[in-house]
């Protein structure tokens, strides 16, 4: 409402006359005060000290800026309150700064420090805020700020504040490209960056900066194809954008052996079965012909690359997506990269799209006639989807025509034919000519219908509407070049038709066929030519040079009749106004009248005119405009846009793929454990969803497994049953000895490493509850997950059960510790109804058990592994919870006792609020002791790094570097735990834990004591 | 990407201008003006429109023009539903989107502008994001934020945007718990002159209004998945789960959303609920044509048609007509000539008809073309496709929900070519 007076107060005031006026309020007065006094008032509304007044002034302002007045001289009275305390003044000023920093660069500069403090704010949504705007304002001065605040963004903690440094790359590049360099280092660290969150604004900014260095896309190429169904639709259509080029760079054409088979156009088949030529060739003569190398190539038998294979799979589903630009971002995909066979699946998801807003069905027609044309069968069977409807708009209309053109064959042809009736009985007389062309070009490319079709157009001749019998003669005229012979009577129909017809083109037409087939209508032509004689001045450009064309041709074939019509005409022409027809008349005078002159060319005159002409070829105007990528705005308007990247064609020969391996830094054998547990549950899951897929191409990933299998991600294919066996063994080996930091560190890595793979397949399997897994996990990296043992494998007879706390807030419940318990089934028996039973629980804790695993749906079979997520409440005491874990057989005894440090979570807060919160749990809540650091625990990073993996702290920033300080919350009773740790240079240090709950105090000093010591 | 937005009203003002880079002169509009003036109809406006420097996209809803200009290669598609999306949010905030919300709400609209893009790339378009950043104004919040100063802007920082469920707000409270899902089936169909069937299809949506505390887990099972041909998913339903079980599975976004939209396979027979028998001629020479028009109930499985409403329209040259309907109203408009009729509920004992003259130009010749009828109607409590839940269940959360499902058939695109 307020916004609304604003809107008409404003209105009065507004200096441009030319803008159009929205209700107008002459009883406001506005008319009278000057612009200048008008901002004084938003002035000294800034200027107050009521955050109202404030509000009103900003949004008054703001919806000035809305419709494109001028507030720039407000400048200086809104910047001031750039660090108001009010939310939504804030970013309105936002809103201001935005729009006119660039115009007032120097006054802008003011604001910059308190975005510079926003950046170090706690809050991760507060930095990401600051860096969004600061990253807005368009002043060149600042680049070297900006160019520091996306650096330091670009390893922040928070997904979401990378996202944001991802966002702000492409706007410092517009401002200065000369950073391009730089900022290609800050994309190859995003790149890298394991969030889905991230993913797709930081391919945006490759597009943007340096879509020419595909190389940095090889080493995150997996990630990015095995991210992508969990990544938010607008990256998602990036992504697939880019997967497209660079799968063109990188793989082999899977289309290349194609022979004969191909359908669609007679041409491809063509081009196939030529191929298949040099191939024979080759064979015979194979040492002789190096010059045709490439067809060498062509030979080996064609093997799709796994990770070719990768990208289609990962992108099917997505066909899904309720978004169309995503359909549209697959479907070019299929279109462009994916075997002949398999592209069909993408031709329903396209019909579907075809029932959305009409804005999207103009695109995705315009699309869909690109392809029709190149894989005809693909839409056969949707061929009803494209009938027309009289309430569709004619652009619509004229591409749906396109497409049922582009879909006619001898089978269809007379069910089109017939629909096509009914078109041309519309009122729309757009459509209808477009119809009337869409028969012309049915009747050329399918000899069976050339002659119905015909009949059908020449009854059309007695239409009463002239633009549909124009349309009808040219179509008609392409025609019967066909095959005049047959069609004199057609064109003395035509004829007669010169006394009646207006449109130019049609008169054209007509008098050109008379011309050019005056043999078939040997008494009318000239009977022709004199009614024209006659209207010559008065006609349009292109019939009076038809005509001279008449006259040409009947004085050669018809001299005695027409010899003097033919010079009047000459004549005519000689003084028309146009230089054309004025050249054209010299040039036919000169060639067919024999003068003295005229020696050599005029011999050869009636060669020249009545030479067999080839009949015209009616092509689709969407005829090779797949060179275009599909689904862009180039294809589009089938001219390149500014920064359209051009599709390479396929290399000849595949460039080593060994590029898109990822090296897991040498600690492989002790992990693989977990990862190959990880790899083999991802294939169980993927299976049955994409078991038709996998069913074409199974052979070929078999066989390329060897080289695939040394990578993390490529092995997820591979993932053989010797080497799971293997590494489970090692694991445990391993896992004995996992208290050694070093491993420690290279286990935590993996972890990271492995958890977007846990949380797809928690999703997918039985995710009861919604893990924040994936951002939470980077939101406190150090947080290193230890692993425990629930259940060992001898006696849970197979059943190996293990758990560790992810430290991700238990959504179901706040005050529950999640716990994330991973099943192996090592027996040779599957095991079944896997549930919690008789939890004996001390008073106050409470228990959520995961949900029964394969009551109903899958088991865990043999040799698979599965992870669950339970909450346990522990009333933040390190009392033990036992309870009975229960198979179809079995019940076993277990119990899970949380170290101390597990039992709070982290919370954010400001050095001040520390320090404030510090004072008030003083004397009994405070415990302080004095230690001296391990040898290997020297520095601040490495102190952080072991009070976090004791405790589930975040850190607090402080000013000192010789003090750490961390907090966090129990997660029962929400009690504050801080805990600072002052080190000396000497390697003593002080530890002070400030609790609510002393015991649990002194258990976390215990234990921070135990972890630094080491 | 999306460099600037113009909103541009029927009469071809601009009233509301958004930019997210440099700023673009509106000047620049001139050339989606000289398409417009091109254009017969205003849905014929070329949605892409090439300038010398730019490229404008642009979307026609609710008589507006949402134009979007573009400077480098991006993909049209991406655009388009990107402006979609922002329409659907305009509309999910004010109810509706007319230029008057709009304006009556500008700073809204430019603050939620400023939320969905960034430097022309998608930030933030689902709306239970944007509702926890700019709260929708409502009556009760328009006064008590003039008596207090408190404002539309989200107090506390949208977590939304960094969970793995983006699209679900935290901390969701409420008494009733209660979840709706309503089916709604539309049939598309061409009846030719002699009332065969030349095309029909069934395509359905699932929309639901899902009010639950804390988060919590539904499935949802059909009785006949085998049906749902074709289907495509709102972001949080679990794909590889429907891959395998043929079962709805999701975290559901607080609030009104669309869960499915599914197409019924062409193979099974589409039944066609309502027939129509016409006759429409004009005579050669004469002034007059006779119009004839009776509608029945076909297959509607034992519901009841309702909300019949007939349109037409009718050729050129018929000057006036002169009808006389057995129930409802009719209307025609004899300058654009179309010809609606408001039936109502069809009573299978006395079918509605609509019978008379209409009066053609004199002299001219009969118009050559018949006109195509369109028709709208209901039916309640059934999908034409036969298409039954079977069970909803809730896991993750401890109260019983109040759970409800709806059915409706309605006509979507249904015409019957005479």
Redesign the interface.
């Known amino acids: 409402?307020?916004?609304?007076s604003?809107?008409n107060e404003e209105k009065g005031g507004s200096s441009n006359v030319g803008e159009?006026e929205?209700?107008h309020d002459p009883a406001s007065g506005g008319i009278f005060s000057s612009d200048y006094k008008r901002h004084d008032d938003l002035k000294e509304m800034l200027d107050s000290n009521?955050?109202?007044l404030k509000?009103e002034a900003m949004?008054r302002i703001?919806?000035m800026?809305?419709?494109?007045k001028n507030a720039s001289d407000l400048f200086p009275a809104v910047v001031k309150n750039v660090a108001c305390k009010?939310?939504?003044v804030k970013?309105?000023v936002?809103?201001y700064l935005v729009?006119y920093a660039?115009e007032q660069q120097d006054l802008a500069l003011l604001s910059i420090s308190t975005f510079q403090r926003g950046l170090k704010d706690p809050?991760?949504?507060?930095r990401a805020s600051a860096l969004?705007v600061l990253?807005?304002i368009?002043v060149t001065i600042i680049v070297p700020i900006m160019m520091l605040a996306i650096k330091e963004a670009a390893s922040d903690m928070?997904?979401?504040v990378r996202k944001?440094a991802a966002?702000?790359i492409?706007?410092l590049y517009?401002l200065d490209p000369d950073q391009k360099d730089c900022l290609i280092e800050v994309i190859e660290k995003l790149l890298a960056d394991k969030t889905?969150?991230v993913a797709g604004?930081v391919v945006?900014a490759f597009e943007e900066v340096c879509p020419e260095r595909i190389d940095l896309i090889h080493k995150n190429y997996r990630k990015l194809c095995n991210l992508l169904?969990?990544v938010?639709?607008?990256g998602q259509?990036v992504i697939i954008?880019m997967l497209t080029r660079y799968a063109r760079t990188q793989f082999l054409n899977p289309n290349m052996n194609e022979s004969l088979l191909e359908e669609g156009g007679g041409e491809k088949a063509f081009y196939g079965s030529d191929g298949d030529d040099d191939e024979e060739e080759d064979k015979d003569e194979k040492d002789k012909k190096k010059a045709e190398a490439p067809s060498v190539v062509k030979r080996k038998p064609y093997v799709m690359d796994p990770d070719h294979r990768l990208l289609l799979r990962n992108t099917k589903?997505l066909l899904?997506?309720?978004?169309?630009?995503v359909?549209?971002?697959v479907a070019q995909l299929y279109f462009h990269l994916a075997p002949k066979a398999e592209v069909g699946v993408i031709a329903?998801?396209l019909?579907?799209l075809m029932?959305s807003?009409?804005?999207?069905q103009?695109?995705?027609l315009q699309n869909v006639a690109t392809m029709s044309i190149k894989r005809r069968g693909m839409f056969e069977p949707y061929l009803?989807?494209f009938?027309i409807?009289?309430?569709d708009?004619?652009?619509i209309k004229v591409l749906k025509l396109e497409v049922l053109t582009n879909l006619a064959n001898e089978t269809n042809i007379s069910t089109i034919l017939r629909?096509f009736q009914?078109y041309i009985?519309?009122?729309d007389k757009d459509f209808v000519a477009a119809t009337i062309q869409a028969i012309g070009r049915c009747a050329t490319n399918i000899g069976e219908v050339r002659d119905t079709c015909l009949n059908g157009l020449v009854q059309l001749l007695s239409?009463?509407d002239e633009l549909v019998v124009a349309e009808s003669v040219v179509v008609i005229k392409k025609l019967l070049q066909m095959q005049p012979e047959q069609h004199s009577d057609i064109i003395k129909h035509m004829a007669k038709l010169t006394d009646n017809i207006q449109v130019p083109m049609a008169r054209a037409s007509i008098l050109w066929l008379i011309g050019e087939y005056c043999e078939h209508v040997p008494k009318i032509a000239p009977d022709v030519l004199r009614k024209m004689a006659k209207t010559f001045t008065n006609e349009e450009d292109i019939v009076k040079l038809q005509i001279i064309n008449l006259a040409a041709k009947l004085y050669l074939t018809n001299s005695k009749q027409t010899k003097l019509l033919t010079q009047y005409v000459l004549n005519l022409a000689k003084y028309d106004q146009n230089y054309d027809i004025r050249d054209r008349a010299r040039f036919i005078r000169q060639l067919i009248v024999p003068t003295d002159k005229s020696g050599a060319l005029s011999k050869y005159a009636k060669k020249l005119f009545l030479a067999l002409k080839p009949a015209p070829v009616l092509e689709s105007p969407f005829k090779d405009r797949d060179h275009f990528q599909l689904?862009?705005?180039?294809h589009?308007?089938n001219?390149k846009?500014?920064?359209?990247?051009e599709l390479p064609d396929w290399p000849e020969a595949a460039p080593d793929p060994s590029v898109r391996n990822v090296e897991v830094k040498e600690s492989v054998p002790e992990w693989t454990k977990c990862s190959s547990r990880e790899k083999r549950k991802e294939k169980k899951?993927?299976k049955?969803?994409y078991s038709d897929s996998e069913g074409e191409s199974g052979p070929t990933e078999s066989a390329d497994s060897d080289t695939a299998s040394d990578s993390e991600s490529g092995s997820e294919e591979s993932g053989s049953g010797s080497e799971s066996e293997e590494s489970d063994q090692q694991s445990e080996s391993g896992s004995e000895e996992d208290e050694e930091e070093e491993e420690r560190k290279k286990k935590k890595e993996k972890i990271k490493d492995i958890f977007p793979l846990n949380?797809s397949v928690c999703?997918?399997d039985h995710?009861?509850?919604?893990?924040?897994?994936?951002?939470n996990q980077t939101i406190t990296p150090s947080g290193n997950l230890k692993t425990y043992e629930l259940l060992h494998r001898i006696t849970g007879e197979g059943l190996s059960v293990e758990y560790c706390f992810s430290r991700q807030p238990f959504?179901?419940d706040p005050h529950m510790v999640a716990v994330q318990i991973q099943f192996t089934n090592s027996a040779a028996s599957e095991a079944k109804n896997l549930h919690i039973e008789d939890a004996k629980l001390q008073s106050g804790m409470r228990m959520k058990e995961f949900?029964e695993i394969g009551h109903h749906?899958c088991t865990l079979p043999a040799g698979e592994t599965v992870s669950v997520v339970m909450g346990i409440d522990f009333c933040d005491s390190t009392q033990a919870a036992n309870f009975q874990l229960c198979t179809h057989t079995r019940k076993f005894f277990v119990s899970i006792q949380p170290p101390v440090g597990e039992l709070m979570m982290p919370i954010f807060m400001t050095e001040n609020e520390f320090k404030k919160e510090q004072g008030q749990l003083m004397g009994m809540n405070e415990i302080t002791e004095k230690v001296t650091l391990g040898e290997k625990c020297h520095g601040e990073h490495a102190v952080i790094q072991r009070v976090t993996t004791a405790a589930n702290l975040s850190r607090v920033p402080c000013g000192s570097d010789k003090e750490c300080r961390f907090a966090g919350k129990t997660v029962t009773s929400g009690s504050l735990v801080l805990v600072s740790v002052v080190t000396k240079d000497n390697g003593a240090a002080q530890v002070t834990v400030n609790c609510e709950k002393m015991v649990i105090g002194t258990m976390l000093v215990k234990d921070i004591l135990q972890t630094l010591t080491q | 990407m999306i460099h600037s937005l113009f909103l541009v009203n029927s009469s071809g003002d601009i009233f509301l201008e958004k930019h997210w880079k440099s700023v673009v002169s509106r000047s620049v509009c001139d050339y989606f003006f000289e398409a417009q003036e091109r254009a017969s109809e205003p849905e014929n406006v070329p949605p892409v429109i090439p300038t010398p420097h730019h490229y404008l996209i642009s979307v026609l809803r609710h008589r507006i023009y949402f134009v979007a200009v573009i400077q480098s290669e991006v993909p049209p598609l991406f655009v388009i539903e990107f402006l979609h999306r922002v329409v659907d949010t305009f509309q999910d905030y004010f109810g509706v989107c007319t230029e008057a919300a709009i304006k009556d709400n500008v700073v809204v609209v430019y603050e939620l502008l400023e939320e969905m893009l960034d430097n022309g790339f998608p930030l933030a378009t689902e709306s239970n994001i944007l509702k926890e950043l700019i709260k929708p104004p409502t009556i009760l919040r328009t006064v008590v934020n003039t008596i207090t100063g408190s404002t539309n802007v989200g107090e506390q920082l949208p977590t939304g945007q960094l969970s793995v469920v983006p699209w679900r707000r935290t901390g969701v409270k409420y008494t009733n718990n209660e979840a709706y899902f309503d089916v709604v089936e539309e049939i598309d169909a061409i009846i030719d002159k002699s009332g065969s069937t030349i095309t029909a299809e069934i395509q359905g949506v699932i929309d639901a209004c899902v009010k639950l505390t804390g988060m919590p887990d539904l499935t949802l099972s059909f009785m006949n998945p085998r049906l749902l041909d074709d289907v495509s998913f709102h972001p949080c339903v679990r794909f590889k789960r429907w891959e395998a079980e043929r079962i709805l599975s999701f975290i559901p976004p607080d609030g009104n959303f669309r869960l499915l939209s599914y197409h019924v396979s062409s193979q099974n027979l589409v039944a066609i609920p309502v027939y129509v028998k016409h006759n429409i001629t004009f005579r050669e020479g004469s002034s007059q044509g006779r119009f004839e028009l009776t509608l029945g109930p076909k297959q509607t499985m034992g519901k009841g048609v309702e909300a019949v409403l007939v349109n037409s329209q009718l050729p050129r040259g018929v000057l006036n007509t002169n009808l006389n309907p057995s129930q409802g109203t009719y209307t025609f408009d004899p300058v654009t000539k179309l010809l609606t009729w408001d039936v109502g509920k069809i009573n299978p004992q006395k079918l509605p008809s609509l019978k008379g003259s209409m009066s053609l130009q004199a002299g001219a010749s009969k118009p050559d073309e018949n006109p195509t009828i369109n028709i709208q109607f209901k039916i309640q409590q059934s999908a034409l496709s036969g298409l039954k839940v079977n069970r909803l269940d809730m896991y993750g959360e401890k109260y019983k929900p109040f759970k409800g499902i709806k059915y409706m058939t309605k006509a979507g695109k249904f015409q019957v070519r005479t």
Do not use: C
């Open positions: 409402m307020s916004a609304n604003a809107f159009p929205y209700g009521k955050d109202s509000l949004k703001v919806a800026i809305a419709r494109g009010n939310i939504e970013k309105l936002y809103v729009r660039e809050n991760q949504l507060i969004r990253s807005s368009r928070s997904p979401y944001t966002h702000a492409p706007k517009s889905t969150l604004s945006m169904i969990d938010e639709e607008w259509v954008n589903p899904q997506s309720r978004n169309a630009a359909v549209m971002a329903k998801a019909v579907r029932r807003h009409s804005e999207v103009y695109v995705v009803k989807s009938y409807r009289s309430t708009p004619t652009q629909e009914t009985k519309s009122m239409n009463r689904g862009s705005l180039s589009l308007l001219a846009a500014g920064g359209y990247q899951v993927e049955p969803f949380i999703l997918a995710a009861i509850f919604p893990l924040p897994v994936s951002t959504s179901p949900p749906r």
